[in-house]
């Protein structure tokens, strides 16, 4: 009766360990490894990697214990978070009376654009969409001074000038497109 009943134990353990859920056919969302929840943020990125575990068994040999260490290969799931993308950067160097790009492309979206003012003369910066928008500016800098603007960018191209006067009409006046 003992021996019914620990085999009843043993096949009841055994079919928990090896059932399959109701709906699961193959490898879809309800028979994955994560149990068919989804992912808990949208900027994970997920792979299956071969790991080593450590496996110890104890052994009777020749009337002692002895300790033996094996290792195994194992499939285990590793996640890891994507972090946000850098924002694009465009550096404006300003001087008598133009301005130098680092670049005319950058990414849409965040982006920062910083001026340099290496002319003699103070110099500003204004920033706007050719087919208009909102206008940003930085404040007037002394030469040698730095000033960021960051904001986000569409794709289109963009108006960059000094608004001092008669700065924007003797060169001081270029575009830059967001792609």
């Not at 085999?7 to 879809?28: D, M, R, S, V």
């Not at 792979?47 to 260490?69: C, E, F, Q």
């Not at 087919?131 to 963009?158: H, K, N, W």
């Amino acid at each position: 009766m003992k021996r019914l009943l620990v085999l009843t134990l043993l096949l009841a353990a055994t079919a928990h360990w090896f059932a399959i859920p109701a709906g699961a056919a193959g490898h879809g969302a309800a028979g994955s490894p994560a149990g068919g929840k989804a992912s808990a943020a949208a900027n994970q990125v997920c792979a299956w990697k071969w790991k080593r575990k450590k496996v110890v068994r104890w052994v009777i040999r020749h009337g002692r214990k002895k300790r033996i260490v094996t290792w195994r290969k194992v499939k285990v799931k590793v996640c890891r978070e994507i972090p946000p993308p850098a924002p694009a950067r465009l550096g404006v160097k300003a001087w008598e009376f133009g301005f130098t790009l680092s670049a005319k492309e950058v990414a849409a979206g965040d982006t920062i654009v910083e001026l340099n003012n290496q002319g003699e003369d103070d110099h500003n910066l204004h920033v706007q969409r050719t087919d208009g928008g909102e206008e940003l500016a930085t404040p007037d800098i002394s030469p040698g001074g730095v000033e960021r603007i960051r904001f986000t960018t569409a794709p289109g191209t963009y108006r960059l000038w000094c608004s001092l006067p008669t700065h924007a009409e003797r060169g001081m006046d270029t575009t830059f497109t967001a792609q």
